[in-house]
């Protein structure tokens, strides 16, 4: 992806950064955090994925892309 497609300019992002609050103790589930961790748990299953082995980020990129239509298309197919 090149440095020009950056975030703001294909679309409108925010980025909101959750701080835990003073009185919580212990282990505290932040909101909407376990989208991301599943999907990238889900994106890690795929071999290729789950180690660095492209030599370019190209490479890297194409084949995240192809995981993600995986996924998509089985997301699909259950409906």
């Given at each position: 992806m090149?440095?020009?497609l950056t975030p703001d300019k294909i679309g409108k992002w925010t980025v909101e950064i959750i701080k835990r609050?003073?009185?919580a103790k212990g282990f505290e589930v932040l909101p909407?955090?376990?989208v991301v961790e599943r999907t990238l748990?889900?994106?890690n299953r795929n071999r290729r994925l789950a180690k660095d082995f492209?030599?370019?980020i190209?490479?890297?990129t194409a084949w995240l892309f192809i995981a993600s239509i995986q996924l998509?298309?089985?997301r699909i197919a259950r409906l």
């Open positions: 090149p440095l020009a609050s003073d009185v909407r955090r376990w748990a889900w994106l492209e030599q370019t190209a490479l890297a998509f298309t089985r």
